[in-house]
């Protein structure tokens, strides 16, 4: 108890600042072992190569590339997960209907039916986008859902019995308590759409994060392809900083457990 009491003395960046040096040794030390040295290249070289891959003009365009495709299916996946997981949750032929099929969908790898997508809509950034759509219609639709059927039913019927139609029961009782959940399948969502970038990237994408890193991977360049995984990385941890910022500004009132 009184150890804990010591850490928890310690400032949060004090912290940030021993995990990066941990991980700054860890890296080091796998930059000196010959086994592991190709696949973790010297620091120091490793963010040079962000100006060899600046100078070739592909870095910032690969960048862009990413983000529209990223932004663009992680958009379209929430319009659509929303309405679906609401009518799953509140109509039982809706659930009964779609629900099995999400649940199948979900357990394929992306990798597995990009071909079939690039089939029917050829190459380019749309099969991209609907990869990556698919991918995080489908976690955010079960988060979300999760959400509508754990409001307490004592609320609902509460609601109903002061004479509140549907319309009103979702906007006053249901959207509240279930944006805790909204938040999480935004977390998970927008995850969810960075690790399937590299899957979504190999529908011939000419540009992207993910298509560099393959790219680089047959060239054999390690030092900028670990460039490019660790700004998917950053990229990730951004997003992850702006749910947080949208959780507390929106679910301030939620109580939470101490950690």
Do not use: C
Request: net charge positive.
């Amino acid at each position: 108890m009184n150890n804990r009491k010591k850490t928890d003395k310690i400032p949060k960046i004090a912290w940030l600042l021993i995990s990066f040096m941990t991980a700054m040794i860890l890296w080091y030390l796998l930059s000196l072992n010959p086994k592991t040295a190709r696949s973790f290249p010297n620091i120091i070289l490793t963010f040079q190569s962000l100006e060899t891959m600046i100078s070739r003009g592909v870095f910032w365009a690969d960048m862009g590339s990413s983000l529209i495709s990223v932004m663009a299916g992680f958009g379209i996946g929430f319009v659509l997960s929303l309405p679906v997981a609401v009518l799953m949750a509140w109509y039982a032929p809706v659930r009964n209907i779609i629900e099995p099929w999400i649940q199948f969908v979900r357990n394929i790898p992306p990798l597995a039916y990009v071909p079939l997508v690039v089939i029917s809509a050829g190459v380019g950034r749309k099969p991209q986008i609907i990869v990556i759509t698919i991918a995080t219609f489908l976690i955010m639709a079960i988060t979300i859902y999760q959400g509508v059927v754990n409001v307490d039913e004592t609320l609902i019927k509460a609601a109903r019995v002061l004479g509140a139609s549907d319309r009103h029961i979702f906007f006053k009782v249901i959207a509240p308590a279930t944006l805790p959940f909204i938040i999480t399948a935004i977390r998970l969502g927008s995850s969810t759409a960075l690790t399937t970038l590299i899957a979504a990237e190999s529908t011939g994408a000419v540009a992207g994060l993910g298509m560099r890193i393959r790219s680089l991977n047959n060239s054999f360049e390690s030092a900028p392809m670990l460039l490019y995984i660790i700004t998917i990385g950053i990229i990730g941890m951004l997003i992850e900083k702006l749910v947080k910022f949208l959780e507390r500004r929106f679910t301030g009132w939620q109580e939470k457990r101490e950690v």
